[in-house]
T-cell receptor
Framework: EAQVTQNPRYLITVTGKKLTVTCSQNMNHEYMSWYRQDPGLGLRQIYYSMNVEVTDKGDVPEGYKVSRKEKRNFPLILESPSPNQTSLYFC??????????????????FGPGTRLTVL | KQEVTQIPAALSVPEGENLVLNCSFTDSAIYNLQWFRQDPGKGLTSLLLIQSSQREQTSGRLNASLDKSSGRSTLYIAASQPGDSATYLCAAALFNKFYFGSGTKLNVKP
């Protein structure tokens, strides 16, 4: 089954304790992205990756790191989590990034989400 | 920076009614606009994607339109059903980034 998976689904941690949220897709997609969703603010893009070893900042990258060593995996790393990073996190992927070209392959597929609480 | 707004924030309608959800964006140079559905506690499910060169897309009872010049997109739901109850989000794509609205929470009453 074509899907985007995230782990863990729920995580409660304490301030300053490094954590990693994994994201994996089995659709051979080039583009992957991380978002956070907060009440009243909608989804905001944290980081995205156009392909292996190519990553770039979204709108809210502060406090986060990512890596793209393999095409299928795109982990989100919080080196020193703080309470303001308590949020619902989503990973997404699409076949291509957004290049202004016509045709298919730009539809984003989302993972089930990871609810993170930082105490 | 692209700003995306969705109005109304919440909507309650009786079953069978046709309805329109609105999405506006500030930068008309978008590459595409995508509509999603989000059920409580779940991820986002893609409904329709409209490329910048297109005016509308249809899937079943759903029709999405795009007017880049006015910075607007609408999602039309025909003959609404209780199963359509969810939050609907739009996302505008610009320079490899995606900008989401805060969503419209729809409740369809039986």
């Amino acid at each position: 089954e074509a899907q985007v998976t995230q782990n863990p689904r729920y995580l409660i941690t304490v301030t300053g304790k490094k954590l990693t949220v994994t994201c994996s897709q089995n659709m051979n997609h080039e583009y992957m992205s991380w978002y956070r969703q907060d009440p009243g603010l909608g989804l905001r893009q944290i980081y995205y990756s156009m392909n292996v070893e190519v990553t770039d900042k979204g709108d809210v990258p502060e406090g986060y790191k990512v890596s793209r060593k393999e095409k299928r995996n795109f982990p989100l790393i919080l080196e020193s989590p703080s309470p303001n990073q308590t949020s619902l996190y989503f990973c997404a992927s699409s076949l291509f990034g957004v290049l202004g070209l016509s045709g298919s392959g730009y539809e984003q597929f989302f993972g089930p989400g990871t609810r993170l609480t930082v105490l | 920076k692209q700003e995306v707004t969705q109005i109304p924030a919440a909507l309650s309608v009786p079953e069978g009614e046709n309805l329109v959800l609105n999405c506006s964006f500030t930068d008309s140079a978008i590459y595409n606009l995508q509509w999603f559905r989000q059920d409580p506690g779940k991820g986002l499910t893609s409904l329709l994607l409209i490329q910048s060169s297109q005016r509308e897309q249809t899937s079943g009872r759903l029709n999405a339109s795009l007017d880049k010049s006015s910075g607007r997109s609408t999602l039309y739901i025909a003959a609404s059903q209780p199963g359509d109850s969810a939050t609907y989000l739009c996302a505008a794509a610009l320079f490899n980034k995606f900008y989401f609205g805060s969503g419209t929470k729809l409740n369809v009453k039986p």
